[in-house]
């Protein structure tokens, strides 16, 4: 795994076990690429003048089934895959944290789910900017809608 420290971590958590679509992260939409393909590609859009900051994780569920998800993260070269606690989500964030922090010091975390292939990095970076300006210790931006 590469680590930039003291930058920043940015953890997407998917899982490829799920009760109402199972596989849903790994299918093709519309023929094309999956749900985790369209995140990461979208990530590494907007971050590529950024990777000197930014150390991207990939939390999975330690299940047979992240195979296909590891399978899919391989394709993006600065994608580090930490696999965690099957059932708890709360839990696999935790530790992938204690896991990643002893070996770098992060000064920013950003989690993101990957349910969404929606997700607007752009937003988020700015964000970002805004945590790092404010310098608060917890930031969560507020969308008027």
């Known amino acids: 795994m590469t680590y930039k420290s003291d930058g920043t971590a940015v953890f997407f958590q998917a899982?490829?076990?799920s009760r109402r679509c199972p596989g849903k992260?790994?299918?093709?939409l519309h023929g094309k690429s999956s749900i985790l393909e369209i995140i990461m590609k979208r990530f590494f859009d907007v971050y590529r003048d950024f990777t000197n900051e930014m150390t991207p994780f990939l939390l999975i569920p330690d299940t047979q089934g992240s195979t296909h998800i590891e399978f899919l993260a391989n394709s993006f070269q600065d994608l580090n895959v930490i696999r965690g606690d099957p059932t708890?989500?709360?839990l696999r964030f935790q530790n992938g944290l204690r896991q990643v922090s002893t070996k770098s010091p992060f000064s920013a975390i950003i989690r993101v789910c990957c349910d969404n292939p929606f997700i607007d990095f752009a937003s988020?970076?700015?964000?970002?900017?805004?945590?790092q300006v404010q310098g608060k210790e917890y930031y969560q931006p507020y969308?008027?809608?």
């Open 124 to 131: 988020i970076h700015r964000s970002l900017i805004n945590y």
């Open 143 to 145: 969308f008027k809608g």
């Open 88 to 90: 708890n989500v709360l």
């Open 15 to 17: 899982r490829f076990e």
């Open 25 to 28: 992260i790994t299918r093709a």
